[in-house]
């Protein structure tokens, strides 16, 4: 069974731009939540779509945004890049029932800002 | 306060060395517990869930006290591949969202 999947892996990009990453869920999962993990910092929760409805946002601005696709595949938008949006950005996956299990983590896009 | 405070490290151990790591959570609410464990620039990897009444798995034992919100990891027989940072994580509403904390970085010595 394939895993999260996410890209690009790594990604440059100067302030002011518009970067996109896309995440592909475990098959048959319907939810995905988007993290990002600042260097040296814990994982800071992003959003949460669930059958192609954003169900929650964490406390980011509203440059960033996303979408779910009808085949749960998500992508995550951030607008006017500014250099503190450079970290690791992760996507999850988990089923539609509620589960003891956590969730699973795609490896991530290393998104950097210059 | 944070949601999930840990404490930070590094813990600095031999191989061999049982070492316990411990963590408090803030909302009573919380439903579900976790350890995780992150390698250097890599995605979190579920290590094991925690159940109230405590759970094994191998050399893995960990602990919930929900009158104390507190959860704890302990790690018997520490290898050096055990070296890792070590995420609480707690997920509390309906939304299914998991809060970490900010981990504990383990360093297992020869």
């Known amino acids: 069974e394939a895993g999260v999947t996410q890209s690009p892996t790594h990604l440059i990009k100067t302030r002011g731009q518009q970067a996109t990453l896309r995440c592909s869920p475990i098959?048959?999962?319907?939810?995905v939540y988007w993290y990002q993990q600042a260097l040296g910092l814990g994982l800071q929760f992003l959003l949460w779509?669930?059958?192609?409805?954003?169900?929650n946002r964490g406390n980011f601005p509203p440059r960033f945004s996303g979408r779910q696709f009808p085949n749960y595949s998500s992508e995550l938008n951030v607008n006017a890049l500014e250099l503190e949006d450079s970290a690791l950005y992760l996507c999850?996956?988990?089923?539609?029932?509620?589960?003891?299990?956590?969730?699973?983590f795609g490896s991530g896009t290393r998104l950097t800002v210059v | 306060r944070k949601e999930v405070e840990q404490d930070p490290g590094p813990f600095n151990v031999p191989e061999g060395a049982t070492v316990a790591f411990n963590c408090t959570y803030s909302?009573?609410?919380?439903?579900?517990f976790f350890w995780y464990r992150q390698d250097c620039r890599k995605e979190p990897k579920l290590l094991m869930s925690?159940?109230?009444s405590g759970n094994e798995d191998g050399r893995f034992t960990a602990q919930l006290n929900r009158a104390s919100q507190y959860i704890s990891l302990l790690i018997r027989d520490s290898k050096l591949s055990d070296s890792a940072t070590y995420l609480c994580?707690?997920?509390?509403?309906?939304?299914?969202?998991?809060?970490f904390g900010s981990g504990t970085r383990l360093l297992v010595r020869p």
């Open positions: 909302n009573s609410a919380s439903q579900s």
């Open positions: 994580v707690v997920m509390t509403d309906s939304s299914y969202k998991l809060i």
């Open positions: 779509y669930d059958e192609g409805e954003e169900r």
């Open positions: 098959s048959g999962h319907t939810s």
């Open positions: 999850a996956s988990r089923s539609g029932t509620y589960s003891l299990y956590g969730y699973t």
């Open positions: 925690v159940y109230s």
